[in-house]
């Protein structure tokens, strides 16, 4: 993985939150002009939110006055606007946002309005033209679609694991468009990039429906993106529509300001420490340093794993004790850009037996995932998990999990 899209660190405790969407400019063009980059496109349309901002609670007595009032306001023109109208004709997310007392529909109102800046026109505008898009689009019933992208999914978009707030995560990655056929067979006409546009709509969709839509609650998702091997030329009108989509039907959920200095660019050796700050290892794909596995997604939810650091210079042995003889350990261990030698060996308890070789000392290149392995003991012992980082100056982030099997036999 080449690059992830995240946000600058800061002093401040970690907690999560969108930055709010930019009001409407007097040439509203921005995201269709060939100078704007595709990365920046693309960071725009997914990313990583910084520690340095804290999500908005929605708790309707911390606003403001003059923000209490924009809210009402906005209300009583949607309320006009819809007059008459089922509330099957005003909702969005299953949410009736006419009546009152409702807090998810506040939720819901105030990102609008924070879209823009508590102007409330044009937060009624674009709440207007939101509810128009999501019935002519068909939103509301796209999660259940045969859309025919298996090959797609858990490959370019995917919502996996929640970061350690409570936030769903969704993963991006479009480095298999460099394949010319790939690319051909999703992108290679207007009809295939507008049915495209509807899967991944579909796959937002599926995170939003995890939102709690509640004050103080889990109310914005997390997207991170690989930028490896993307080709950036070709996928540039896909991200502009991507970009444009999200920017104007899902407010302070995945859009942010279009400043680059927002973001930091987490390049190949990086990604796993930049992504445990956000995101516990068990829940974080093998390919980006983390432990998850597809396969382990049917088994419920992830065991937890112990992380460590391994300093410049330093070998770290991990001990597991308390092995008997008979049982089976089957463990996992994953160091952030490897590129160190990796080891593990059973040492019995028994005087005068032989420590075993589990696994061999081998350097462990860069690139490669994390370990899972098994072993079964014939005696009772400990299992000793070595990574040498002797060679290395560069402090790197690491986590293992493990779990233990007794013998069925009596």
Not at 63 to 82: F, G, T, Y
Not at 194 to 203: A, G, I, Y
Not at 220 to 236: F, G
């Amino acid at each position: 993985m080449e690059a992830v899209t995240v946000p600058e660190s800061s002093p401040s405790p970690m907690s999560l939150q969108q930055p709010k969407t930019p009001p409407p400019e007097a040439s509203p063009k921005p995201y269709t002009s060939n100078k704007k980059s595709f990365v920046a496109s693309l960071m725009e349309a997914a990313t990583l939110r910084s520690p340095s901002f804290k999500e908005d609670s929605y708790f309707v007595s911390q606003l403001k006055s003059s923000e209490k009032k924009a809210l009402q306001e906005l209300k009583n023109r949607l309320a006009d606007s819809h007059n008459g109208s089922g509330e099957n004709e005003c909702s969005m997310w299953g949410i009736p946002l006419l009546g009152t007392g409702d807090e998810r529909a506040d939720v819901i109102l105030l990102k609008f309005l924070r879209a823009r800046d508590f102007r409330v026109l044009d937060s009624f505008n674009m709440l207007e033209k939101c509810l128009a898009w999501r019935k002519e689009f068909g939103a509301d019933g796209i999660v259940e679609e045969d859309l025919g992208f298996k090959e797609l999914e858990g490959v370019v978009a995917y919502m996996q694991g929640y970061d350690r707030e409570g936030h769903p995560v969704c993963y991006n990655a479009y480095g298999v468009f460099r394949d010319k056929d790939m690319y051909e067979r999703i992108f290679g006409d207007d009809e295939k990039l507008k049915k495209f546009l509807r899967w991944r709509v579909q796959v937002l969709e599926r995170g939003i429906n995890l939102l709690h839509f509640k004050p103080g609650g889990v109310n914005s998702i997390i997207q991170v993106t690989d930028l490896k091997d993307m080709p950036k030329r070709e996928l540039r009108v896909a991200s502009n529509q991507i970009l444009s989509l999200f920017q104007d039907n899902y407010p302070e959920m995945v859009a942010r300001k279009r400043t680059k200095s927002k973001f930091v660019i987490s390049k190949e050796g990086n990604v796993a420490e930049t992504l445990y700050k956000f995101v516990r290892p068990e829940d974080i794909p093998v390919q980006y340093g983390g432990l998850s596995r597809p396969s382990d997604l049917n088994n419920g939810p992830p065991k937890p794993a112990s992380e460590f650091t391994v300093k410049g210079g330093e070998k770290v042995n991990i001990q597991i004790e308390g092995i008997e003889a008979g049982a089976t350990i089957t463990w996992d261990i994953v160091v952030g850009g490897w590129d160190l030698e990796y080891s593990a060996e059973f040492v019995p308890n028994a005087e005068g037996s032989y420590t075993i070789a589990v696994e061999k000392p081998r350097k462990i290149s860069p690139s490669e995932e994390a370990i899972r392995n098994s072993f079964t003991s014939k005696e009772a012992g400990k299992l000793v998990l070595s990574v040498d980082n002797s060679s290395s100056r560069r402090r790197k982030v690491a986590a293992y999990r493990y779990i233990v099997r007794k013998s069925s036999l009596v």
